[in-house]
């Protein structure tokens, strides 16, 4: 049997128009005028993801940015020494400086270790980065001992087993570091012109110095100093030279003692002796003992007033003092003669004068050999003229 076809007859309006095909232009669409399509689920998803990726890349950019930063600004206070971090008091070494204090015992340091008790430590030490992971004192002599001593009385690690210290990384040179304690401890009300003086010495005498001159010492390490306590400290350099291994107290000598003694010793090479026999009486003399041994021997020397300013009190620089000389005094020499000697303060230090028959003499620290022959002629011309 055949199966037949069926026609279906469509019936189609007469007016019915029949739309032209859709066309494209040939040249590349905008977006914004592109055809809206629908997109699959897959092309979503592709397309959520980079677009994250790219979120995430910016941020991770951002933080890297920042690290970077953060980085170089750590390496920056690093190596000017402003991060203070908690180092452990074995770790802390003193080699490297010789210290400004003098030997012995340290009668204020109860006074600092019972306000490290009660407080804290409110300055932290400075030290400097070894190669070897540990650490150099550059500044806090004092510091450092107190919280070692507290250690050992309390035995408390956790409070001072470890010292607050500003880390500054090596470079530095010796003198630079040399003058960093320095300047510091200008400002100590307690540090001696002996000390100061000693610290010269043993800095010319230190082998990794370019100074071997301890009077040029004092220009390289006090240059914050004012010219006429430069002048006290190289006179304390010639006490300790003469006295250094005699006197077991010479940081307590006043500054016009001081410098009277040195007068003396420039007159009288055998004083060092003198005062070492008159000190054999003592079979353990206190300061106050010392001293009054120092005195007998330079009674005829010293100012009116012997105690001077302080350290201190001579830190910044200070205009010319004017003072009144002090009234000339005679009396009979050795030898019999009569002479006259006083003496009075210039920026320079102590001016010195003695006047006998035939002779004046002027002692003041100061080199007469750098000033000009003529000038320096001119100048004596001047003074004998007006003596007349």
Do not use: C, W
């Given at each position: 049997m055949r199966n037949k076809r069926r026609i279906f007859d469509i019936d189609?309006?007469?007016?019915?128009?029949?739309?032209?095909?859709?066309?494209?232009?040939?040249?590349?669409?905008?977006?914004?005028?592109?055809?809206?399509?629908?997109?699959?689920?897959?092309?979503?998803?592709?397309?959520?993801?980079?677009?994250?990726?790219?979120?995430?890349?910016?941020?991770?950019?951002?933080?890297?940015?920042?690290?970077?930063?953060?980085?170089?600004?750590?390496?920056?206070?690093?190596?000017?020494?402003?991060?203070?971090?908690?180092?452990?008091?074995?770790?802390?070494?003193?080699?490297?400086?010789?210290?400004?204090?003098?030997?012995?015992?340290?009668?204020?340091?109860?006074?600092?270790?019972?306000?490290?008790?009660?407080?804290?430590?409110?300055?932290?030490?400075?030290?400097?980065?070894?190669?070897?992971?540990?650490?150099?004192?550059?500044?806090?002599?004092?510091?450092?001992?107190?919280?070692?001593?507290?250690?050992?009385?309390?035995?408390?690690?956790?409070?001072?087993g470890k010292i607050p210290a500003a880390v500054a990384q090596a470079g530095d040179s010796l003198d630079a570091l040399y003058r960093k304690m320095v300047d510091e401890n200008l400002v100590r009300k307690d540090v001696s012109f002996s000390e100061m003086a000693q610290l010269a010495l043993d800095f010319a005498a230190d082998p990794e110095t370019e100074e071997n001159d301890p009077d040029k010492a004092v220009a390289r390490l006090f240059k914050s100093a004012s010219y006429s306590k430069r002048s006290y400290i190289r006179t304390f350099i010639r006490l300790n030279q003469a006295l250094g291994s005699i006197l077991r107290f010479p940081s307590e000598v006043p500054r016009a003692l001081g410098v009277a003694l040195v007068a003396r010793i420039e007159e009288d090479e055998d004083l060092p002796n003198d005062i070492r026999e008159a000190l054999a009486a003592y079979d353990d003399p206190k300061a106050k003992e010392e001293l009054a041994v120092l005195r007998r021997f330079v009674k005829d020397e010293e100012p009116a007033q012997e105690e001077g300013p302080s350290p201190e009190e001579e830190a910044a620089p200070e205009p010319e003092p004017v003072e009144e000389p002090k009234p000339a005094t005679k009396k009979l020499s050795t030898e019999g003669k009569a002479k006259t000697s006083f003496q009075f303060e210039r920026a320079e230090g102590l001016t010195k004068c003695t006047a006998a028959a035939g002779r004046l003499e002027i002692r003041l620290d100061r080199d007469f050999t750098t000033v000009d022959r003529r000038k320096l002629e001119a100048a004596v011309r001047r003074l004998l003229d007006d003596l007349n």
């Open positions: 189609m309006p007469d007016d019915a128009v029949v739309p032209p095909p859709e066309t494209f232009p040939a040249e590349k669409v905008s977006e914004d005028n592109a055809p809206r399509s629908r997109r699959g689920p897959m092309a979503t998803a592709i397309s959520e993801t980079a677009s994250s990726a790219r979120e995430r890349q910016d941020v991770e950019a951002r933080i890297r940015a920042e690290n970077d930063a953060l980085a170089h600004e750590h390496v920056r206070l690093k190596r000017l020494g402003l991060l203070v971090d908690l180092i452990p008091l074995e770790m802390v070494e003193t080699y490297k400086l010789v210290r400004d204090r003098s030997k012995g015992p340290d009668m204020e340091l109860s006074e600092l270790k019972e306000s490290i008790r009660e407080l804290g430590l409110s300055n932290p030490i400075r030290v400097e980065a070894r190669s070897d992971e540990r650490y150099e004192l550059i500044q806090g002599y004092r510091r450092l001992a107190a919280y070692r001593e507290l250690l050992e009385e309390t035995g408390d690690e956790e409070r001072f």
